[in-house]
């Protein structure tokens, strides 16, 4: 089982870190993404980070003001998110798949989600 938490109502311009919290024994072996969907838009892909922690993937959209991390010990994957803007409001998910070579991007190739939760960015 997979839960986010972290979300909220933050400035434009601010930051925020969420969680992603992963129960079982074998969360070290699991990629992780994260995703978001926008009110009356499509589920898209933001970051990802493989099981080790030491491969990373990024949207274009969120290359340098986004930065995932995971902390196997905790089960935890986390999200920082920095100089966020009002298009960054929407629902974050996580997701995890068995570990591959590569991080992919692809909603339909992870196998496991948390329900959510949500970030608004406004003033």
């Known amino acids: 089982e997979l839960v986010e938490s972290g979300g909220g109502l933050v400035q434009p311009g601010g930051s925020l870190r969420i969680s992603c919290f992963a129960s079982?024994?074998?969360?070290?072996?699991?990629?992780i993404g994260w995703f978001r969907r926008a009110p009356g838009r499509e589920r898209e892909f933001v970051a990802a980070i493989g099981w080790r922690g030491s491969k990373t993937l990024y949207d274009d959209s969120v290359k340098g003001r986004f930065t995932v991390s995971r902390d196997n010990d905790k089960n935890t994957v986390y999200l920082r998110m920095d100089n966020l803007n009002v298009e960054d409001t929407a629902v974050y998910s996580c997701a995890a798949r068995s570990a591959r070579i590569n991080l992919v991007v692809e909603s339909n190739k992870y196998d496991y989600w948390g329900q959510g939760t949500q970030v608004t960015i406004s003033s």
């Open positions: 079982g024994p074998t969360f070290n072996m699991y990629d």
